[in-house]
């Protein structure tokens, strides 16, 4: 069973950083690729970075220059370092997992807060 499990949020003032993980139960080969999501309140989901297992990775451009993308491939983690946070920053952020044969796998979210 696939499990996806995000950590690392929290509140910051605008101007700080934070970094999540997602740690998966699994190696992250099992995955054709990743994807960190957001989801601000009475907000669609939306894309934040869209990660190739073995590749690149493309970020949306309201986090260009601003969030990074690392995997720690023996950890089986992926990691999103936020910098320059803006308060429309705000929202859950998931993990999510398309694995060679199944899924999307999600993680439970983490609650990101950025105060002006």
């Known amino acids: 069973q696939v499990q996806l499990v995000e950590s690392g949020g929290g509140s910051v003032q605008a101007g700080g950083s934070l970094r999540l993980a997602c740690a998966a139960s699994?190696?992250?080969?099992?995955?054709?690729?990743m994807g960190w999501y957001r989801q601000a309140p009475g907000k669609q989901r939306e894309l934040v970075a869209d990660?190739?297992?073995?590749?690149?990775?493309i970020y949306a451009d309201s986090v260009k220059g601003r969030f990074t993308v690392s995997i720690e491939y023996a950890k089986s983690t992926v990691y999103l370092q936020m910098n320059s946070l803006k308060p429309e920053d705000t929202a859950v952020y998931y993990c999510?997992?398309?694995?060679?044969?199944?899924?999307?796998?999600w993680g439970q979210g983490t609650q990101v807060t950025v105060s002006s």
């Open positions: 699994v190696t992250l080969f099992s995955f054709n690729g």
């Open positions: 999510k997992a398309i694995g060679l044969r199944a899924g999307p796998y």
């Open positions: 990660i190739i297992i073995g590749g690149s990775t």
